[in-house]
């Protein structure tokens, strides 16, 4: 392991370790304090989050997107520390802690059997609302993880959120499309966080006026499992509690090939994405490039 992987794990680490001791409004504090910090440095992430706001907000001003960018990295912060501190949270604290609206959609999607992939866009933490499933639903889920560098990193994540309730599987082997796949057809419930594709089998979109690329994964899933999709949007206010809304499941169109059948439903998860982030871009947290024309094609997404 080289020294800055060493140092990576190492800073991960402490913030498990450290900052879940923290009292909450320490926290707090010390998140906003630290997201303060990296906008007011300007490094290439909050630059990259800046100009992916600008596209969600294309009449919003220079002074107006450095506002959004500043709450965003606060977002992006209190994430991270609701995070490092999810572990020591009681059941009661996680189930207080969200408040989704449209919970009906994945409860009856639950009770039909048939199976449920809940696809979600990087807003506000994705990782407590799995915890509310698992603690307050009392349903484990099936997920995927992207391999993280150094390998003692990913291990980390990978503990974290099986000790939160969630099945977590690598994103990269080739095994885990069949693995949720008879998660699904058991009736059992898979949530993919899916606005970003990270292979080459993405597909194009169009997204706040332009094309991007996003994951094919739920999309084939539901086709070929029969499982209901159901898009999810996450977003902070004003207060401790994070909010969420269930949208309406996304059918399988009647006609069309599976190529056809997977652009169409893959189109209507990216709009569905768009309403909440539209609504709350500052809980975005896209710090990587997104939309093609912002791609080098000899790198990929990054």
């Not at 099986?162 to 008879?182: D, I, K, Q, Y």
């Not at 499941?249 to 009647?254: C, D, K, Q, T």
Request: hydrophobic share 40%; charged share 25%; aromatic share 8%.
């Amino acid at each position: 392991m080289s020294a800055a992987d060493r140092l990576t794990d190492g800073l991960y680490g402490l913030g498990w370790s450290t900052v879940k001791k923290l009292p909450e409004p320490v926290a707090v504090r010390l998140g906003n304090s630290v997201a303060d910090l990296a906008w007011r440095q300007r490094g290439k992430g909050v630059q990259r989050l800046e100009s992916n706001y600008a596209r969600v907000r294309p009449d919003a001003s220079p002074e107006r997107l450095r506002e959004l960018s500043r709450a965003g990295m606060r977002s992006y912060l209190r994430y991270w520390m609701e995070s490092f501190r999810l572990p020591s949270w009681s059941e009661d604290r996680i189930r207080t802690g969200f408040v989704p609206k449209d919970v009906h959609h994945l409860t009856d999607g639950l009770a039909s059997g048939r199976g449920v992939i809940l696809a979600l866009p990087h807003l506000a933490n994705w990782d407590l609302a799995g915890a509310w499933v698992t603690t307050e639903l009392k349903t484990p889920f099936t997920t995927v993880a992207e391999r993280l560098k150094p390998e003692t990193l990913y291990d980390r994540f990978v503990a974290y959120r099986e000790g939160l309730g969630m099945e977590v599987l690598p994103h990269s082997g080739g095994t885990a499309f069949g693995t949720l796949a008879r998660r699904l057809r058991d009736g059992g419930l898979v949530c993919l966080v899916a606005d970003r594709d990270l292979s080459a089998s993405g597909i194009e979109v169009g997204f706040f006026g332009d094309t991007a690329r996003m994951p094919a994964g739920p999309a084939l899933l539901a086709q070929q499992t029969g499982a209901i999709l159901l898009p999810v949007t996450l977003w902070y206010d004003d207060t401790p509690v994070m909010k969420g809304r269930v949208h309406a499941p996304i059918e399988v169109p009647e006609s069309g090939d599976k190529a056809a059948k997977t652009s169409v439903m893959t189109q209507a998860l990216a709009d569905a994405f768009a309403t909440g982030i539209a609504d709350h871009p500052e809980d975005w947290h896209m710090l990587q490039r997104l939309w093609l024309a912002d791609l080098d094609p000899a790198k990929g997404p990054s």
